[in-house]
């Protein structure tokens, strides 16, 4: 089955370019151009991971981390933050945030399908782990 991205960005054409990056590596994508559009979205549908914009108007990618990390339901996403904040005096805010991976803006395509198959190569390592363990 092929990987669902859900890319959650306010500049649209950011957005678009994400997506594009993405189906050339062979996903499937998703796009929202607000957290609120995002909450709408997952109401609906389950990705495989998320790239997230930190700074968006509404509510912002940072408490829209917060509130996914707090549903029992979405809180094990992978998540991907992409920001022109990412690495600003040496800060990467992924550990900072809960975030999976970040990357910073401007990226190149393979710099954006990298984060996307490390997170999603992670969730898949810990599933097995989980599956392979004996039971309690």
């Known amino acids: ?3 669902t991205i859900l890319i959650i ?7 678009n370019i994400s997506a594009r990056y993405l189906q ?7 796009i929202a151009t ?22 968006m108007p509404g509510m912002t990618g940072t408490e829209f981390l917060h509130g ?3 549903d029992p339901i979405c809180r094990d996403l992978p998540v991907v933050l992409v920001s022109a904040r ?10 900072t945030l809960d975030a999976d991976y970040s990357v910073g803006k401007p990226f190149t395509c393979q710099q954006l399908v990298q984060a996307v198959r490390t997170v ?3 969730k898949a390592g810990a599933a097995r782990r989980e599956a392979s363990a004996p039971p309690h």
């Open 1 to 3: 089955m092929t990987p």
């Open 9 to 15: 960005d306010d500049c649209a054409d950011i957005a």
């Open 24 to 30: 050339s590596a062979g996903y499937r994508t998703i």
């Open 34 to 55: 607000s957290a609120f559009q995002a909450c709408e979205i997952l109401g609906r549908a389950t990705p495989d991971c998320i790239v997230l914009d930190i700074m």
């Open 68 to 70: 996914l990390r707090n």
């Open 86 to 95: 990412v690495g600003y005096h040496g800060t990467h805010f992924s550990t």
């Open 120 to 122: 999603i190569a992670k």
